[in-house]
């Protein structure tokens, strides 16, 4: 026997062995006799001697436990052929402690015959942890590493399970309500379990010699719609059938290892309904699987399938390997996480290099616990399906690649750059913290309410992404149901055609947006941005580009603690069919040099502005918030203790058209700095209690009479000159319109112009002369002359009150 550390090199004359790539049956089979050797007299590692090694196709190399395999820069090619399924190298005896290592594994992806055998010859693979044992695939503890893996016509490393299921056993139909006791296995009532009445024999083959089984799904990986919960209690019982033991919180797709002394078994799951018959398909098996696999340093490439197949496998870590250029049959990736559903647990892929694969750099179908760490990628897809539970992607260099992710994941400190990242339709929870998305949109799209939180990104689009990432879309796709976005910033305009963000009008209420920063967001093509409806609080829009909200009668939109500064557009316009939707900002700030802060079409709710401050700076004259009146309909406005400040007289205000009159709009509390006085005009707009350029409600103080503005029965109007003999003020007494101008026969009137007439008011609507008799109508219009005069409203009437003595 060798001492234990000794190296073995590989005598090629005694093995009969060729390294001039000759020979292939004669080569494979000195190998493994070399191996078999190094093995049977206690070498801890055999080397090759440098060279080319032809490997006969249908004797695949078979590396020993307790040993490492050095190539020695040794290069190992398969003999050309026409099989559909090979393996250069193959693992099938259970070995353990297993290292092949430093050196080259060539297929014969350009010299294949795929012509004699129909098929897509998909199946011809560098390295194959086999699913076909000769004694068992239970490898453990394998270390594959400093290997350049290329030409397969399959995947370069295949990590592959033995299915297991026994027979005999159904479970569905076989259900009842209670537990049992896990700590003597008597029948218990419990009304939040169910209990299974079949036994499991521990005594079963499979059981017997692997000392282990598990609970799992179909073979679609499903346990069934009547099974609520995913995990459950297995209490054993020795052959006399007395308590042994008890397991506890066990999940589906988890093997459990057979106490000693166990006869038989029986579950209990952690739910309180019995699913009805056909509703269960949980099964029983002894999954054969690798464990504890290493891949490390290694180059694959150019092969056809596959850089990594993992088809049932646990513990695997793939670190610091190159995986390029795969093409030629479907998948055509990087890495697939494929069969055998949540049985694939705990893969950690990290700090790799993936790109110029044709179609996926990583797709993950179905599994548990599955890190993607550190790696840069560049092209392809990285998917993350929706039988994917408990996935990290963290600290990532994506580029130039997109990503469908539907499955339960945390996406934290990646780099996006030219990416369309996607969260697909599923109800599966998502937090996406710390990323920079670089000309890199987001999509949203998930189908349950609050099951995506997006904290701390920064969306940046420079130049680039107006043109050449135009394809890219929206940077920003929300979906129907309402998520929650925090501490983000969403920087540079939109890309070409395209809108900053998408919003459906049938987005739900209730988005929640907590410190979100919009910066130079403007479209170069001033295209709008939408917001979808929710709750606003500590936002900024910095020329974020004109904003819109959803045509939607039930919107609901409140902004609180938000600021706005912009300059050329109006910032934001509620828009049409908004028979029901709500309005409420407040605490916010509104900066820009003369642009209408709001324009409202069609709200129909409730509109409260409460504690905002407008700044403005004009050179022209502008309205800070203003409506489309022959649209415009609202249950109520408030506007608030508000403070309206300009350095040049502007209206804080747009209602003094006609057809505001009947919109009940209520002024109080505001203080408004150089403005002009005529805030609202009409009896249904409420003015109390606001500190106008230095005086409270200056528009209820006069020297004489109002001769314009509409007035409410019972307002009182305060006298500015009072004196000895005079009044304190006028009461109004007849609710309606002032006008100071009487209708005057064969007299010329300006466009415009209000005139008094047998108790109303009237407007002309062009220039002209009037005839001889005065307008009389209470609605519509009528000619008068060359002129048209419009109703107004009824002619306010005011009487003096408070005599002073």
Known sequence: MADIGCAYLIELSRWGIKSDGTDAVNTSKGINDALQYAFDQGYSEATLPKGIYLVDEKNPIEPQSFMAFNLNGATLKINPNGLPNYAIVLFQRNQKYCRITNGKIEGDRN?????????????????????TPLVGSNVKFLTIDNLEIYNCTGDGISLESLYGQISGYNFDGNFEAGGISLTDGTLVADDTRIRNTIKIDMNQANIAKWGYFGLYGSSYGGVGAGITSNLYDLVFYKKDDTFLSAKTNIQFFDEVEVPPGASYAKFIIHQNTVPPAGQSSITLKVVEFGKQLYIDKCNIHDCRRLGVSI????????????????????????????????????????????HDNTSYNIIAVAGRHISITNNAIRGGTLAINENVDKAVIHANDLRDMSGLIAGEVILSNNHFYGSRIILTQSSEEALVSNCLFHNSPLNIS????????????????DIDYYSTFQGLGSTLFFSTEPQEI????????????????????????????NNVSFINTKHAQNIVTGLPPGNYSGCSFKNSGPISTINN?????????????????????????????????????????????????????????????????????????????????????????????????MKAINASDPKSASIEILFSNNVVKVATAEILEYQNHVKINNYIDGI??????????????????????????????GYIGWVVTVPGTAAGTAWSADTSYPLNAFVYANGNVYKSNAAGKSSKV????????????????????????FKPFGLIS
Not at 495 to 505: E, Q
Request: with cysteine.
């Open 774 to 797: 005065p307008p009389s109508q209470t609605s519509g219009t009528s000619t008068d002359g060359s002129l048209v005069w419009e109703f107004v409203d009824a002619l306010a009437q």
């Open 486 to 513: 925090s501490n983000c910033t969403i920087e540079g305009g939109g890309a070409k055609g395209s809108s900053l963000t998408w919003v459906s009008n049938s987005t739900k209420n209730g988005w929640l947006f």
């Open 111 to 131: 010299a294949h015959d795929y012509t004699t055998v129909p098929g897509t010859h998909e199946w011809g693979h560098g390295i194959r942890i086999s699913n």
């Open 696 to 725: 409270v409600d200056p528009y209820y103080k006069l020297s004489s009479p109002p001769t314009s503005g509409n007035y409410r029965r019972g307002q009182i109007i305060n006298n500015t000159s009072p004196a000895s003999g």
């Open 553 to 649: 009668p039930q919107a609901e939109y409140q902004l609180k603690n938000c600021t706005f500064e912009w300059d050329g557009y109006t910032q934001l316009t509620f828009d049409q069919n908004k028979k029901n939707a709500l309005l409420h900002i407040s605490g916010s700030s509104f900066a820009s040099k003369e642009s209408t802060a709001f324009l409202f079409r069609d709200v129909g709710g409730e509109v409260v502005f409460k504690q905002n401050t407008f700044s403005y700076n004009p050179t022209n004259a502008a309205t800070m918030i203003d409506f489309w009146w022959p649209t415009f309909v609202a249950a109520s406005f408030t506007m608030d203790g508000n403070i309206f400040k300009s350095t040049k007289a």
């Open 311 to 354: 088809t049932g496998a646990k513990h695997v870590y793939i670190t610091e390997c190159k995986i390029h250029h795969i093409k030629g049959t479907a998948p055509q990736g990087a890495i697939d996480i494929e069969d055998m559903y949540e049985f694939n647990q705990y893969i950690y892929i990290d700090s790799n290099n993936f």
């Open 446 to 461: 998930r189908t349950k309410a609050y099951c995506v939180q997006l904290d701390n990104c920064r969306f940046f689009n």
